[in-house]
């Protein structure tokens, strides 16, 4: 445990890295969003949306992927402790930082933007109607929305979101060229949140959702923003959790165990070296 600790706090800067990893990502994708809803669509919309929020994500994770390894999804940092590729002590630290970081990205936002939120509705911070700007933080569900419907949006959101992850970073799957991974992984949110993002914005990370909530709660909007939707405000915290699971079970079973082992690939290597068999191999 004392190993443990140390190795920790030695790693400090990766902490602080994961804290401003989660506040980029904050700060650029839901500014996408408040571009769009304080300029009543005159600077953007779905589409800038959709590609600044996947962008966002690929930037953060450029910025501290070589410190931290770009963690900003405790959901994602779950899973990786789960099918064994992060040690478990980490965890809490990981989920601290991340979450710490999306309350700090959604205060500098407020800061950035307050006088649009103080001009948009009067002064008025709505959770719901037309001049509402709650949802510029955190994901609210449609109207026509169940629960259990919700729960599933981002169940199914999270498991795809998941197995795609675990392929690029597959050194044994076909990967994505070394440097590029933040890139395939904001083509991937895309897509995602391009299919997937009706019912309820596809959150997929407890921290960008939770977090950036509770900053509203106690920023002007009340604490009305977790009663909203029905108590939806759970859904984009334990939705992901299990979708991430889900996800990283899939591939292992599916993909993973399916992969030849490094014995058979270097002798089927050894034998692609001799002309004759490989030409064989190539005709057949």
């Keep these: ?68 390894g770009g963690h900003i999804n405790p959901a994602v940092s779950f899973a990786m402790c789960l099918f064994g590729r992060m040690k478990w002590f980490k965890l809490p630290f990981y989920v601290g930082a991340q979450f710490l970081g999306a309350f700090v990205g959604a205060a500098t936002l407020f800061g950035v933007y307050y006088d649009g939120l103080m001009s948009f509705a009067g002064g008025k911070l709505l959770i719901v109607g037309e001049n509402a700007t709650a949802h510029i933080f955190a994901t609210y569900p449609a109207p026509y929305l169940s629960l259990a419907n919700a729960f599933a949006d981002q169940v199914v959101a999270t498991t795809i979101l998941l197995m795609i992850v675990f392929a690029i970073f597959d050194s044994r799957n076909l990967g994505a060229p070394r440097g590029l991974e933040p890139i395939v992984i904001g083509l991937l949110i895309i897509v995602i949140s391009s299919s997937l993002g009706l019912n309820s914005g596809c959150a997929m990370n407890p921290a960008r959702d939770l977090s950036p909530r509770l900053f509203t709660a106690l920023a002007g909007w009340g604490f009305e923003v977790f009663r909203a939707g029905n108590n939806f405000w759970w859904i984009p915290v334990v939705g992901p959790l299990v979708g991430a699971v889900i996800g990283g079970l899939i591939y292992v079973l599916v993909i993973e165990i399916h992969h030849p082992e490094p014995d058979s690939v270097f002798k089927a290597e050894q034998s692609e070296d001799k002309p004759e068999k490989y030409e064989l191999s190539v005709i057949m």
């Design 1 to 68: 445990m004392v190993d443990h600790i140390s190795e920790w706090l030695s790693s400090d800067g990766g902490q602080r890295a994961r804290m401003k990893d989660t506040m980029c990502f904050q700060v650029l994708g839901c500014g996408s969003v408040a571009q769009a809803i304080l300029s009543r669509g005159s600077f953007g919309g779905i589409i800038t949306i959709n590609v600044g929020f996947s962008m966002a994500v690929a930037m953060a994770i450029y910025v501290t992927g070589g410190v931290s």
